[in-house]
């Protein structure tokens, strides 16, 4: 059984940049989350996506945006990056229904933005 | 609002202690999940527990305990006998179920950094 991955494990970008990360849910999964981790913080729900639609949303503006695939891998996109959006960005599938599995997490791109 | 409390921003302790980790939420939901995580330097989040609101029963697995107690918005975790590897932050984190009726969201606590020393 393959877990969460994501890709890349670290990246730099420049400020008004666009960024893309990457997530491959682990297998049987249909539901991926997005959450942004500042340092020294607790991960923050960005959005969650549940059979190629988005299923919630947290507090983040709208240059940070989603897709999920019909393989349910998953990508993350920021557009106008900021310096406050450097921080580590951690995906975690799951099944739809909670009670029944857990959310696993993958270990995360760490973005850096100048 | 949905809130999860970790008071405890680091706790260090020497090998062989046991060692509590408090955890105090807030959710409207009735129905809800708590979870405990374990965050080593690496980054990757490391599944620990999930308890059901309606399951009130305590928990054991090795040196790991959880205390869930549903009257005091509570979900502690024990560790007995630490050891080095146990080094880690570790999150508590609660889940919220959309309008729709799924559970969609963890809101986490801010982490306990605990430190075990040979």
């Known amino acids: 059984e393959t877990g969460v991955t994501q890709s890349p494990t670290h990246l730099i970008k420049t400020r008004g940049q666009q960024v893309t990360l990457r997530c491959s849910s682990q297998s049987g999964h249909n539901t991926v989350s997005w959450y942004q981790q500042a340092l020294g913080q607790g991960p923050q729900f960005i959005f969650q996506y549940y059979r190629e639609e988005e299923n919630g949303r947290g507090n983040f503006p709208p240059r940070f945006s989603g897709l999920q695939f019909p393989n349910y891998s998953s990508e993350l996109n920021v557009n106008a990056l900021e310096l406050d959006d450097s921080a580590l960005y951690l995906c975690?599938?799951?099944?739809?229904?909670?009670?029944?599995?857990?959310?696993?997490f993958g270990n995360g791109t760490r973005l850096t933005v100048t | 609002a949905q809130k999860v409390t970790q008071a405890q921003t680091e706790i260090s302790v020497v090998e062989k202690e046991d060692v509590t980790l408090d955890c105090v939420y807030e959710t409207r939901d009735t129905t809800y999940y708590l979870f405990w995580y374990k965050q080593p330097p690496s980054g990757e989040l490391v599944f620990l527990i999930r308890?059901?609101?309606?399951?009130?029963q305590n928990e054991i697995s090795g040196r790991y305990s959880w205390n869930f107690q549903k009257s005091t918005s509570s979900f502690n975790f024990t560790i007995t006998a630490s050891q080095v590897v146990d080094s880690a932050v570790y999150f508590c984190?609660?889940?919220?179920?959309?309008?729709?009726?799924?559970?969609?969201?963890?809101?986490f606590g801010k982490g306990t950094l605990l430190t075990v020393n040979p």
């Open positions: 975690a599938s799951s099944l739809a229904l909670w009670k029944n599995s857990p959310l696993h």
């Open positions: 308890r059901n609101s309606f399951d009130e």
């Open positions: 984190a609660l889940s919220e179920t959309n309008s729709g009726g799924s559970n969609y969201k963890l809101t």
